[in-house]
């Protein structure tokens, strides 16, 4: 049986820790340090490579080889990307070509891999504030996500591995909302989208021949009682307490979307309907302080959650839409993304 590990990255001290799940607890086997900045990583489980993106001057994307045995993490590459750090990479193509986005410095990227050598980027787009970016499961299009510009830029993948910009080339979606992470559901028929600012899961149905992406409607991952306001680009979300969305997750079978809110340091399930559409979240759960990212165990079981704030990750079984914890386990300053592999 292969070992389930998770990854964790540690952006506060430019560290990713490797756990250990033997089905009830998290053990720490090693952490691979010098990764100035960390901020998200991506895993292609069947090679056991991590592709880094790291800050510094230049930023870079660092590759590296993972020893399931171990949980040791060695460094074999690096592919400097000099316009500024990406904050979210995802895989395409079996593991063939890396998708990049970048908040700072407002692009997004694709870009080849061999031997796990991410090459130069075979074309550049931009959109402000670009938060994440999620491939097609059959890597044809593309789907960055623009914060600043309230848009999913949605884009095609040719087979010289080349983003060309569908018509329209963003999908709209409510301004000032600031959305930021994307998932797609199982049939590829909607897209989900967490917002920063608004407190909602956006849904678009998406038209599988051709890409493109059309927004439908919204629920709320927001505890109404915690009385938080509206957030804004810019704008300090804990002076006054603001919404501030992070990461949003699949639970098992995709009956429920899983959302984190940092200034309520809460996560919460909005329910999925047979027919896509969501339920406003009507359960909370206090975990890490400020959790920017979570994720969930394949089948859907357990969930691990990391804080901006703290340097511990809770592990939690899941029933449904109710998270018990288990254990609480340093990992270090800063943790801002976690990944089951």
Not at 132 to 142: E, M, N, T
Not at 161 to 173: I, K, Q, R
Not at 229 to 246: D, M, T, Y
Request: charged share 20%; with cysteine.
């Amino acid at each position: 049986m292969t070992t389930q590990l998770v990854l964790v990255a540690n952006a506060g001290e430019g560290s990713i820790s490797v756990f250990r799940f033997d089905g009830a607890t998290l053990e720490r086997l090693s952490v691979a340090t010098d990764l100035q900045g960390c901020s998200n990583f991506v895993v292609d489980a069947s090679r056991d490579l991590v592709y880094a993106a790291v800050k510094g001057r230049p930023a870079a994307i660092v590759t590296l080889r993972l020893d399931r045995a171990s949980g040791e993490l060695r460094s074999i590459s690096r592919r400097d990307t000099p316009r500024g750090g990406l904050n979210y990479v995802a895989l395409t193509r079996d593991g063939g070509a890396l998708l990049g986005a970048a908040y700072s410095a407002s692009y997004g990227l694709i870009a080849p891999i061999n031997d796990g050598e991410v090459g130069e980027a075979t074309t550049i787009v931009e959109h402000r504030h670009l938060h994440s970016v999620a491939p097609s499961s059959d890597g044809r299009f593309a789907y960055f996500v623009s914060l600043g510009d309230d848009v999913v830029g949605q884009y095609a993948i040719t087979d010289d591995l080349e983003l060309e910009a569908l018509d329209p080339v963003g999908a709209v979606a409510p301004a000032g909302s600031g959305p930021r992470h994307i998932v797609l559901n199982g049939a590829e028929t909607f897209a989900y989208v967490i917002t920063e600012f608004s407190g909602e899961v956006l849904r678009f149905e998406r038209d599988a021949s051709n890409g493109t992406l059309s927004f439908v409607d919204s629920a709320s991952y927001a505890d109404a009682l915690q009385g938080l306001q509206r957030g804004v680009l810019g704008g300090n979300p804990l002076e006054p307490r603001s919404i501030w969305g992070a990461d949003v997750h699949w639970g098992a079978d995709e009956q429920f979307l899983w959302t984190s809110e940092r200034t309520t340091s809460t996560l919460a399930p909005l329910t999925v309907n047979s027919d896509g559409s969501l339920e406003d979240a009507a359960s909370f759960t206090v975990t890490q302080q400020h959790p920017r990212g979570f994720g969930l165990s394949p089948d859907g079981r357990f969930l691990v959650a990391a804080g901006e704030g703290a340097t511990q990750v809770s592990l939690y079984e899941v029933r449904g839409d109710h998270l018990t914890e288990l254990q609480q386990v340093e990992t270090g300053a800063g943790a801002n993304w976690v990944r089951w592999v």
